[in-house]
Each structure stands twice: as structure tokens, then as C-alpha cells.
């Protein structure tokens, strides 16, 4: 490109990418780039939006698995989320790994002070994709207590699924019947990921009003899948902070991870990291 076109290259660029919904992501840091806070700032700012965070907890982790975690005070996660609400606000709010039953109950608390009426996305993190733990099973039944009823959304993996409900999910009609156990729980609506079900063909149930959808598609050969629980959280998170039905932010969501996924950039030896940047160099 001439140099002398490269200022009004730019400034389409800026035009096309005006940042439209603010979302506050509560989460836990990944060192390695690849998911928590890291993919969902990437994830939210490819979708147009302007990211905010409130780290729970540091890790220390590559590919291959998480290899340190060092806890944030309650205290300090409180403040940021509330610096973050007071001053920027926010349009939606994403919550990803929490780690404890006062983390719990402080995220909980400040909501429920601050944020009040905001679509709130809450993806129930406990285990690693190298399977680390991230959430104190004691802390399995607070989430449920005090975050299910905030929550638009909650977006379990089959899993966590499994942890929250006490039931085995095997296939599809135990995905449908575990829907109906976190419906019972206080969910208000649940994308369900059936990623860990083996086979080719993929589904994902999303229940809501009453009905469930299921979203179908091929599973892509890759072990370039760390932080698609994230991904997948926060590309909703900015749907609804863009005034999204939920639906249509669920499959814009669905759309971007299978493109990340596609085009990943194949770092690391064990489970690589996705390509957030596919809708800005796409």
C-alpha cells in the first residue's frame, strides 16, 4: 500500500471497528494468552466492544496445562469491578473463573450492589482443559445459589455440567435432561456444550423461554482448542452488550469460535491457542 493511502486505510479501519457494547469479564488471567482474561479482551474487541477486567486469579500456564495459581483477595477483585461499573460502566458482564466460595460471594455481593438489571453471562469454570482444577468443590453449591439467579446465561461444558447437576452425561437426551436440572436450579437460561461427547457431529442446547435449540456441526480435527469455553462466553457477553436477542448472540458466538478454531495459528505442543483476531485480519 503507498504511504500516501495508508491515513485514510486507517481511518476506514477505525470507522468499521467503532467499539459499541462495554463488557466487565470477570475471570481468572492465563499467562499463556489462550484463554481467561487474555481471550476474552481479544474476544470482545474482534466483536466491536471495549473489554474491562476484574482478575480473580493469576495462573501460571502454557499449552500444556495450568502450572501455578495464585488467588486475588476478594478485597481487590471487589474494588476493580467496582471502579469498572462506577466510572466506565458496562453494557453486560461475563464471569469466568472464580475459584473459591469468598470470590463467590464477593462477585455476588457486587452485583448484586452494582449491576443490577445487566445481562450477566457466567461461565462456571472448575476444570482446566489439561484438568486443573479452578473451582473448590465447595464452592460448586454457592455458585449455584448466588450466581444462577443473576445470571441470562450460564454456559457449562459437559463436565461441569456434570459437577453442577450430580448426573452422568453420556449423550444427547442426558444433555436435555441436564437442562432441565439447571433450569430447576435457578438457571434462567442454559447454553449446554457438547464438546466432550465423542463422535463427529457436534451439538449445543441452548434452552430458553421454555424451548431448546440445538445447534449442530462438524467437529474440526485440531488440538488447537484452548480457550474455547471462554471464547465462546465472552463472544455472547458482547452480543447482549450490543442489545443482541440471545439467540442471534449465541450463533454469532458459535460462528466466531469455529472461525478462531479454523484459522488457529498452531503455537505451542499441547493444546494451542485460537486465532481471536479472525474478524479483524479476516
Known amino acids: 500500500m503507498p504511504p500516501r493511502c495508508l491515513g485514510a486505510w486507517v481511518r476506514r479501519l477505525i470507522s468499521l471497528m467503532q467499539m459499541r457494547g ?16 487474555q481471550a476474552d479482551i481479544k474476544t470482545v474487541t474482534a466483536l466491536g466492544g471495549y473489554a474491562m477486567t476484574a482478575i480473580t486469579a493469576l495462573t501460571a500456564q502454557d ?33 469466568g ?46 455458585l449455584r445459589a448466588r450466581l444462577f439467579p443473576l445470571a441470562a446465561l450460564i454456559t457449562p461444558n459437559l463436565p461441569e455440567a456434570e459437577l453442577l447437576t450430580g448426573m452422568p452425561i453420556t449423550d444427547e437426551p442426558s444433555m436435555r435432561a441436564a437442562v432441565g436440572v439447571l433450569l430447576g436450579q435457578g438457571a434462567r437460561a442454559v447454553l449446554l456444550k457438547g464438546g466432550h461427547l465423542p463422535g463427529d457431529a457436534l451439538v449445543d442446547l441452548l434452552a430458553v423461554d421454555g424451548e ?22 465472552s463472544a455472547v457477553a458482547v452480543g447482549l452488550a450490543q442489545q443482541m436477542a440471545l439467540a442471534d448472540a449465541v450463533t454469532r458466538a458459535r460462528d466466531y469460535v469455529r472461525m478462531a478454531i479454523e484459522t488457529a495459528p498452531g503455537y505451542g505442543g499441547g493444546h494451542g491457542p485460537l486465532n481471536h483476531a479472525v474478524t479483524l485480519v479476516s
Do not use: N, W, Y
Not at 466487565?24 to 499467562?31: C, E, M, R
Not at 466506565?88 to 461475563?94: N, R, V
Not at 457486587?110 to 461461565?123: F, K, N, Y
Open 63 to 95: 499449552t500444556h496445562g495450568v502450572h501455578g495459581v495464585m488467588p486475588v483477595p476478594p478485597a481487590f477483585i471487589a474494588q476493580q469491578m467496582r471502579l469498572c461499573l462506577a466510572d466506565i460502566g458496562a453494557d453486560a458482564i461475563k464471569i
Open 212 to 233: 431448546i435449540t440445538a445447534f449442530r456441526s462438524q467437529r474440526i480435527a485440531t488440538r488447537h482448542t484452548h480457550g474455547t469455553g471462554c471464547t465462546l462466553s
Open 22 to 37: 462495554r463488557v466487565l469479564v470477570v475471570a481468572g488471567s492465563d499467562s499463556g494468552g489462550g484463554a481467561g482474561v
Open 97 to 142: 473463573m472464580l475459584g473459591d466460595v469468598a470470590t463467590v460471594d464477593v462477585v455476588a455481593d457486587v452485583l448484586a450492589d452494582g449491576a443490577q438489571g445487566l445481562p450477566l453471562v457466567l461461565d462456571p469454570v472448575m476444570v482446566a482443559k489439561g484438568g486443573a482444577s479452578l473451582l473448590a468443590i465447595e464452592a460448586v453449591a454457592r
